[in-house]
C-alpha cells in the first residue's frame, strides 16, 4: 500500500474560487478525499457534485450553510475510512511526495500528534504562519501590531511567525503549525476531541496544537513537504473573517488561562486585540 492511499484528505470548501480545482487536482489518486461543501453557490456546488461522481475515491458531504471551518473539518473527520486525516484547504496545492514526506514524520510520533507542511507562496517564498511559536495575549499584540520589527533589540519583542527563521534540514518540533495543512493519525484526532467548533473561523488551529502539547504528544514542522497555498481567495468579506479571528483569539486566551487573573487579564486585552485585528483588516482594505 502506498503512503497515501492511507490517507483521507479532508477539504472544506466555501466560495474557494478556481483555485479549489487546482486543489483537488494536486491530490494523488490513490487515497480518499472527502469534500465538505460548506454552503458554496449553485454553479460550484453542481461542480463538486459532477466531480464527485467521476472519481470513486471522492466522497462530497454537504454541510448544510457555512457552519464554520472546524465544525465542518470534524463532519468531514467522522466520514473518513482511512487510518490517517489530512486537513487541506482548498486553496492550497500540493507539491509531489508531500503527503508521503508528512506522513513519514507522523509514523514517528506519539499517537496524538500533528504535522504540519511548509507553506509558500506563489512566488516560492515561505508563507506566513506555517510555523509559529507559542501564542500569548502578548506574542499576539507583538505581530499584530508590528512591534516584532524591534525583535533584534530584544527577544521580548519576538515575532509569533517564524517564517524569516532559518530552514530546518529535517522536521522539527514547533509550538504550532498551519490548520491549512494538517495531518493526525485519526483515533488521535478522534481522541483529541476534534477541532473545538466553538470556533468559527481562524485559531481552532492554535488551539489544537495547544491540546497537542497538553496531552504529551508532538507538533512537528515538516520542511521538506511543500504545499503552496493561495490564500485570500474567499470572496467573503475580509472585515467579517477579522470578526472570526478576534473572536477566536479572546476565546483562546480565556480558554488557556491557568489563573483568574490571566482570565481577568485576557477580559482586559480584549479591546486591544480587536482594535490590533479589525485596524489592520481596515487598513488592507482602504489600501487595496
Known sequence: MS?????????????????????????????????????????????????????TNVQLID???????????????????????????????????????????????????????????????????????????WSALVSMTGLSRLQHISSIFADLHWETHPLPDQPVKVPAVSGACMMFNRKGFKALGGFDDKYFLHVEDLDICRAVHRAGAEVVFVPDAKITHYGSTSQASLLRINWYKTKGLIRY???????PWQTAGAWLLAPMIFIAVMGRALWLILTR
Not at 83 to 112: I, R, Y
Open 63 to 137: 454541510g448544510n450553510g457555512n457552519i464554520g471551518f472546524a465544525k465542518a473539518c470534524n463532519l468531514g473527520a467522522k466520514q473518513a475510512q482511512r487510518e490517517v486525516l489530512m486537513f487541506l484547504n482548498p486553496d492550497a496545492v500540493l507539491h509531489p511526495n508531500a503527503l508521503g514526506k508528512m506522513l513519514d514524520s507522523l509514523k514517528k510520533l506519539p499517537k496524538l500528534s500533528v504535522v504540519g507542511g511548509r507553506l509558500l507562496n506563489s512566488n516560492g517564498k515561505e508563507q506566513r504562519g506555517a510555523r509559529r511559536g507559542k501564542l500569548t495575549p
Open 253 to 259: 486566551f480565556i480558554k488557556f488561562a491557568d489563573s
Open 3 to 55: 503512503a497515501s492511499s492511507k490517507i483521507s484528505i479532508i477539504i472544506v470548501t466555501y466560495f474557494t474560487g478556481p483555485s479549489l480545482w487546482k486543489c483537488l487536482n494536486s491530490c494523488p489518486s490513490d487515497h480518499e478525499i472527502i469534500i465538505v461543501n460548506n454552503g458554496n453557490p449553485p454553479q460550484v456546488t453542481r461542480g463538486l457534485k459532477s466531480y464527485s461522481d467521476k472519481h
